[in-house]
Each structure stands twice: as structure tokens, then as C-alpha cells.
């Protein structure tokens, strides 16, 4: 008996990389949309406009609100002033912004992508800029697949440049948050800017234009790791953008019996900015900007039926409305069966709980180490070659390097003092001496002043090896402001 062996499996040859297929986004209007240009304006205003507000710091200081000032390794936000050592505030605020998305997606879904996320905001820019320059939907199809005649050039160039400007304004508001703001301006223009300022425009112009105007919905889709594990952050009770299936199905037309409210126009998938099917259920690519909601709404209103086919709406009500109209025929009984169900967001819960949690420990840590702030500080280094110098009238010298950094604008003349054994001398070089012939240390209007200190131990005075030794500073009454502990060495013997 002969065995016919398997047949091996076919397949089935093909591109191995699928070419892009350009998404056609329609223009919606309704609530969600309002919302979404609200929040454009608002964030868009925002990014152009705080460059150039002012804020008075005082002589010396730079006027501009906010500023990154590399030069002098200074951090600006109205009243807040960081230095490089405070980095931990920076990092407190980085903090306190991931948890605060991981709280915020926990309970509304992806509105951060949907609303307010930069590629979000700019790529709506771009899209608004499009549809004036080469129309809707349709428009932009036939345009595309149309020749390539002169209508077609005229329309690519104007939209291109527009683009283009829009790109080059973003990268110019960048490099102000980096530079006085009037001072690069004029600059850039005249063609006085650094190879650095004209460096970082052109690589955040050719940024948002690429972004923005090319790349889009694939950003989202295979370029932004946040899609990959913010489900991760959603349970039952967050609220995000479904599709109402138990309602809807089965589709059909209008006047076809037994169908449910969903017609299959189309008309949430036209609309959508990365060109899914809202219908087929939560989805990797879906930024949640709701704008299927209106769309849908907008066709509902039209067939005299009812809005909220889509919605935003929690998995726990979208299951319980399932279960509680399963067998039901499609109508006005069924839809009220399933919102009878519905309950409310279920906002406390373990989850949200731990992020709040982690919020307020955070903001707490965060504001105690910002009232606990030094605006003064001494630092001491002592030289660590040669460890000491022998004198040639026998006595021991050891060096030391003082770092005086103030925080605040103003100088300070304070006296330092020298806290040890009886008979150690402190000589400050190019320092003034007050009434009692202490050395006085000037500090800096905002900045580090260095001094030069010895320490010098007379022949005849018995110490150890290592000798602790302290530097004071003094304040106007006498009192200590700042001490640093170091030592005084000398042979062993």
C-alpha cells in the first residue's frame, strides 16, 4: 500500500512591501470638531506667542518669560529660575507629566493623541491649509488622479508653500525659546545668526513639514511607540471612541426591515485622519480625535434618528448594553433597552487611585524641595596635589578653592571665617579684609565667584594628619549662613 505524501502548502508570491495608500480626510462639523479647533488655537497660540512675552528680572537678567539660556546654563519660566545642580526639578516636572497621561488615558482614552499632541495639531494645520487650497475630499481625489496639467502645479505649489512657511514659522518659535526672541528674529534676517541658530531651523522646518505634510497618520500608526502600550492603561471604565454595534447591526439601508441604524455610508471612515473603520472595533491606529462621532451624528440628525451611534463611551456600558439586547429585534425598544443599562463612568477606582497617589507624592516632594531651595551656596575643594607644602620657615601650608554660587540678583560682601585648632592662619588672595581683618567674599549678581584660600599652619603647632577644619560665612549680624567641613593635612608624624 503506497502512501501518497502531503501536499506542500502554496504560496501565494507577492510584494513583499505594500505601497502607502494616501489617506482623504473629509471636513466634519459638530461638537467634537469645535472642541478640537478650540484646543488647536489655543495650543498653537500658545507655542508662537510666549517667545515674545516679557517678564522683568532686573538689571542684568534676561526680560524674556520663558527662555532656555544655554550660554549661561540658566532655565527661565516667569518667576522660576533653574540651574544645571536643579536638573531634579526638570526631571520632577518630566515625571509628573507621564503619570499625569497614564491618569488621564486611564480615564478618557487616547485624547492626548486625539487633541493635543503636536503631530496632531500641526497635521490639522496642514490638513485645514489643504482642503482651502485644493477642497474636499473629492476634490482632492479627482485632483490627484487627474493630469498633472497646470491647474494641478498651481495647486501643489501654492499648498507646498504654504506648508513650507507654516514649517518655517514652527522652527523659527523653536529656536526663541533658545535665544531672546527679538535678538534672533532680527538676526536670522539679516543673515547675522550662527551656523548653530540657522542649524536647528532648518532641521525643525524640515521637521514639521515632513511630519506634518507627508508623514501624518503614519506617525501615529508606525513611528510613535505610545499606540503600543497605552492599552496597558485602559480597563472597562475608560471612556473612548466606539462604535454602538448592539444598536447598529445588522446595517442596511434606511428603508430595508429588520436593519439596524447603521446605513454603511461610509461617512466615519471618510472622515477619519488615519483612514480606519470605526465599526471593526478598538484599533491600534485610532488616535481617538472623535471626529467619527460627528460625522455620524451628522448623518443620524439627516435620517431623523437619533445621535450617538458612535460615541465616546466606556467598554463596561458597550458589553452591558450588548448583553442586555441580545436576541432583540433592531428599534426604538431595543435602543432603549440598551441605554437603560448604561451607568456612569466609574472615575475612583484602584487604578486612578495609584496615579493620584503617585501625582500628589510627587508634587509634594517637588514643592518641599523647592521651599527648601538654597539661594546660597558654598562650595570648598581642597588641592589634592601637592597635599600640603612644607614652608621654609617650617610651618605647613594647605590649598583650598571656594565656589560661592547666589541665586539671587544682587551682590553680598560676607566675612569668611576659619573654624579650627588655635594658631591656623587663612589668607583669601584678592579678597578685601573688613574692620576685624577677616577676608570678605563678594558673590556674584546671579552667578559663581572662585577665591583662592590658604590655610597655614605656623612651625610649632602640633596636629595630626588629618586635621578637621571648617569655613564660615558670616552674615551682617555675625551669624553663620553657610559652613563646609573639610580638612588640614600634614605628615603623619
Given at each position: ?226 499606540p503600543r502600550f497605552q492599552g ?262
Open positions: 500500500m503506497s502512501v501518497i505524501p502531503p501536499r506542500a502548502p502554496q504560496i501565494e508570491e507577492g510584494p513583499l512591501y505594500a505601497s502607502h495608500q494616501k489617506v482623504y480626510p473629509r471636513a466634519v462639523q459638530g461638537v467634537v470638531r469645535r472642541v478640537k479647533w478650540a484646543v488647536l488655537i489655543l495650543l498653537l497660540g500658545l507655542y508662537y506667542i510666549v517667545p515674545w512675552l516679557r517678564w522683568d528680572r532686573g538689571p542684568n537678567a534676561p526680560d524674556q518669560a520663558v527662555l532656555v539660556d544655554m550660554g549661561h546654563a540658566r532655565l527661565f519660566f516667569f518667576w522660576f529660575e533653574l540651574w544645571p545642580q536643579e536638573i531634579y526639578f526638570l526631571t520632577g516636572i518630566l515625571v509628573l507629566g507621564a503619570i499625569g497621561l497614564f491618569a488621564v488615558t486611564s480615564l478618557f482614552g487616547r485624547v492626548w493623541c486625539g487633541f493635543t499632541c503636536p503631530q496632531t495639531v500641526w497635521t490639522d494645520l496642514f490638513m485645514w491649509i489643504e482642503r482651502r487650497i485644493e477642497g474636499d475630499r473629492n476634490a482632492r481625489i479627482r485632483l490627484d488622479q487627474g493630469p498633472k496639467d497646470r491647474a494641478w502645479w498651481r495647486a501643489k505649489l501654492i499648498k507646498h508653500g504654504a506648508w513650507l512657511a507654516i514649517a518655517m514659522a514652527t522652527g523659527g518659535a523653536w529656536i526663541m525659546y533658545f535665544n531672546d526672541a527679538p535678538t534672533v528674529t532680527w538676526a536670522m534676517l539679516t543673515g547675522q545668526a550662527s551656523l548653530t541658530v540657522y542649524g536647528f531651523f532648518a532641521l525643525f522646518t524640515a521637521t514639521t513639514y515632513v511630519l506634518a505634510g507627508a508623514a501624518r497618520e503614519q506617525v501615529c500608526t508606525y513611528m510613535c511607540p505610545w496597558a492603561m485602559l480597563d472597562e471604565n475608560s471612556l473612548v471612541v466606539t462604535y454602538r454595534d448592539w444598536r447598529g447591526e445588522p446595517r442596511g439601508k434606511p428603508t430595508d426591515p429588520g436593519a439596524g441604524d447603521c446605513v454603511d455610508c461610509k461617512a466615519c471612515v471618510h472622515v477619519c485622519p488615519t483612514g480606519i473603520d470605526i465599526r471593526d472595533g478598538q484599533q491600534l491606529e485610532c488616535i481617538g480625535c472623535g471626529l467619527c462621532v460627528d460625522a455620524c451624528d451628522d448623518v443620524m440628525k439627516r435620517l431623523d434618528r437619533p445621535t450617538g451611534l458612535v460615541a465616546f463611551e466606556t467598554l463596561k456600558n458597550l458589553a452591558a448594553s450588548q448583553a442586555a439586547t441580545k436576541g432583540m429585534a433592531p428599534g426604538p425598544e431595543r435602543l432603549a433597552r440598551g441605554m437603560a443599562v448604561r451607568t456612569r463612568q466609574k472615575v475612583i477606582r484602584p487604578r486612578t487611585l495609584v496615579y493620584a497617589g503617585v501625582i500628589g507624592a510627587a508634587l509634594i516632594v517637588m514643592l518641599g524641595a523647592w521651599l527648601l531651595r538654597e539661594t546660597l551656596t558654598l562650595t570648598v575643594l581642597r588641592d589634592r596635589a601637592p597635599l600640603y607644602v612644607r614652608l621654609s620657615d617650617g610651618g605647613l601650608r594647605n590649598g583650598y578653592t571656594l565656589k560661592l554660587a547666589n541665586k539671587l540678583r544682587g551682590e553680598l560682601a560676607l566675612p569668611l571665617v576659619l573654624e579650627g585648632p588655635p594658631g591656623l592662619r587663612l589668607v583669601v588672595q584678592d579678597a578685601a579684609l573688613d574692620a576685624e581683618g577677616r577676608p570678605l567674599l563678594t558673590t556674584r549678581d546671579d552667578g559663581i565667584t572662585q577665591w583662592r584660600a590658604l590655610v597655614t599652619a605656623p612651625e610649632g603647632l602640633r596636629l595630626r594628619g588629618s586635621t578637621p577644619i571648617s569655613f564660615r560665612l558670616l552674615d551682617a549680624e555675625g551669624r553663620t549662613l553657610l559652613r563646609h567641613s573639610t580638612v588640614f593635612l600634614g605628615p603623619d608624624r
